[in-house]
């Protein structure tokens, strides 16, 4: 097999929101693997709003990629040469395999180990992947729904967004979905079962109050900044705000300023709270393992927008950012 492999190195630190003038394609030689090793040939590459913060050095959770450095990324692979027992040639996984054709990794890249016929090698990257896993834990263990309460998302129509409106759903609950397009508002209710939408670019307050007259009893906030000021004053007493992702924000240095929600909080009896997908691993399969029964069954859609070939990554992950994706966004590479 040749060593040789093409993959896109960050090129330049971005501020803000990253351009495809960041990323560069490039190729290098695969180094002999050491005892251990694997080598994985990736199938699908994930694209993910989180990329944004592995390539900015403003408030990281991890260290941000290095210039020069293959693009931190998510993907399926399967294991092309092997070093490692428990890792046999042909077995696909979901693991950190960079934006690349091939990678050279160990065990502890790897998140989960998929099988396919559980569902398709895309759907593992997407609905059994983090998008599904947030969907799924996000809702329920912070959101807590009950039959009969409201639930609003925001980016409803997006990887997580669509599944998490159909997961309340599911739960009994009355499912509004805020999003920025009456085409992407009006495939929210005709194939993610929620019961109404908003489009963010109205005036959140009015717009709500319209669409959620009894208020709003979980707030699922995949976005953050002034959608979430706006649906956070529309709260019912005793509400659950998930704070699953903050895509509206285009930097966070300095930090942006906004109404302060302290009071709303207190006299609503608000609960909030973070949630990082990757502090759950020991759960992932038994979750994955219902949502593949719930997709089975008919009872969940995951749409994905698969674009083809490693040097469309860059310009995906800026088109996620504009809105321009329908469903989860992954790019194929042959096999
Ligand atoms: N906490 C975790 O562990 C975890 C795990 C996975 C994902 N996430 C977060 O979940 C969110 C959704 O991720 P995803 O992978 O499913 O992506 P996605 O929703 O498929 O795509 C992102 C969507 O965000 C919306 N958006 C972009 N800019 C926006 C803005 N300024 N204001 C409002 N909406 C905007 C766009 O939809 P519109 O056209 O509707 O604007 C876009 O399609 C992200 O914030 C991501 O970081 C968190």
């Known amino acids: 097999m040749s060593r040789s492999n093409r993959r896109i190195i960050l090129a330049s630190r971005p501020v803000g929101i990253p351009q495809a003038r960041h990323f560069e394609l490039t190729t290098a030689e695969l180094p002999a693997l050491a005892d251990g090793e694997l080598l994985v040939e990736n199938v699908y590459l994930s694209v993910d709003p989180a990329q944004r913060g592995y390539v900015n050095d403003e408030d990281n959770y991890a260290p941000p990629v290095a210039v020069g450095a293959v693009m931190r990324a998510l993907a399926i692979g399967r294991v092309a040469e092997s070093q490692h027992d428990a890792y046999p040639v042909g077995d696909y996984l979901y693991g950190w395999f960079g934006w690349q054709e091939r990678c050279v990794c160990r065990p502890d890249a790897v998140l989960r180990r998929v099988d396919p016929r559980q569902a398709s090698l895309s759907a593992a990257a997407g609905l059994l992947g983090i998008n599904g896993l947030t969907a799924w834990m996000a809702l329920h263990d912070i959101g807590r729904p009950r039959s009969g309460e409201t639930v609003v998302i925001s980016a409803a129509a997006g990887a997580v967004g669509a599944l998490a409106g159909q997961l ?27 019961d109404a939408y908003l489009d963010y670019h109205q005036h959140i307050g009015d717009g709500l109050r319209r669409v959620c007259p009894e208020g ?52 609503r009896r608000l609960r909030m709270q973070g949630f990082v997908i990757f502090d759950h691993a020991a759960r992932y399969d038994a979750v994955a393992a219902e949502l593949a029964a719930l997709a089975a069954s008919g009872k969940l859609r995951c749409d994905e927008d698969i674009e083809q070939g490693l040097e469309r990554a860059p310009q995906a992950l800026v088109d996620v950012y504009a809105g321009r994706n329908t469903g989860k966004k992954l790019i194929q590479l042959p096999l």
């Open 216 to 267: 709003v009893d979980v707030y699922f906030d995949n976005v953050g900044g002034d959608i979430a000021d706006g649906v956070i004053r529309q709260m019912n007493r005793d509400g659950r705000v998930i704070q699953c992702g903050t895509i509206s924000i285009p930097c966070w240095v300095p930090p942006p300023q906004g109404p302060r929600n302290e009071r709303e909080i207190l006299t």
């Open 168 to 194: 309340a759903h599911l739960a009994g609950c009355r499912v509004v979905a805020v999003v920025g397009s009456d085409d992407k508002g009006r495939r929210c209710v005709a194939d993610y079962r929620y």
